[in-house]
C-alpha cells in the first residue's frame, strides 16, 4: 500500500481514538500525549502492527523478493529484549503528538483537524526519515 493512502488511514484511526476518548473536559495537551500513545500501544494489540509489518509500503520494501514469492507472513514481535523497545517507542510518539499538536493547534484551531494532521503528517514523516523501515527490519518476524 503506497505510504500516503497509509498516512490518511493513519489520520482517521487517529480521530477514531479522539472521539473515544473524548469524554472528559481534559485538557487538550494531556489528550495529545494520552492519544499518541494509545495510538502506537493499542494499534499492537489490534494487530494493525502486524498488518504493517505485512503490507506497508516500507516493509514490502524490505522483504526479500523470495519472501515476496512464497507469500511470507510477517508479525511485529515483542520479545522479552523489544518489550522496553516498545514502551519507549509508545512514549516517543505521544511527546510527538504533543509537540506536533501544540504547533498545528496554535494555526488551526479545530482540534480534529488538529489530530487528522498530526496523524498525517507523523506517518509520512516516519515514512520519509526511515523510522519505518528501522521498524520493519528489527521489529518484524518473518513466521
Known amino acids: 500500500m503506497h505510504y500516503f493512502v497509509e498516512a490518511i488511514i493513519v489520520g482517521i484511526y487517529v480521530e477514531l481514538l479522539y472521539i473515544i476518548l473524548h469524554f472528559t473536559k481534559?485538557?487538550?495537551y494531556i489528550e495529545l500525549l494520552v492519544i499518541g500513545f494509545l495510538k502506537h500501544f493499542v494499534s499492537y494489540f489490534l494487530l494493525i502492527q502486524n498488518g504493517?509489518?505485512?503490507?506497508?509500503?516500507?516493509c514490502e520494501a524490505t522483504h526479500s523478493e523470495e519472501d515476496r514469492d512464497?507469500?511470507?507472513q510477517f508479525i511485529r514481535s515483542i520479545?522479552?529484549?523489544t518489550g522496553l523497545t516498545f514502551l519507549l517507542e509508545s512514549i516517543g510518539e505521544s511527546v510527538a503528538f504533543l509537540l506536533l499538536g501544540l504547533f498545528i493547534n496554535s494555526v488551526i484551531k479545530n482540534k480534529y483537524v488538529t489530530l487528522f494532521c498530526i496523524g498525517v503528517f507523523l506517518h509520512i514523516s516516519c515514512e520519509l526519515s526511515g523510522f519505518?523501515?528501522?521498524f520493519c527490519l528489527h521489529q518484524c518476524k518473518r513466521l
Open 70 to 72: 512464497n507469500n511470507k
Open 52 to 58: 504493517y509489518c505485512k503490507r506497508g509500503s516500507a
Open 132 to 134: 519505518h523501515k528501522n
Open 79 to 81: 520479545e522479552k529484549d
Open 26 to 28: 481534559t485538557p487538550f
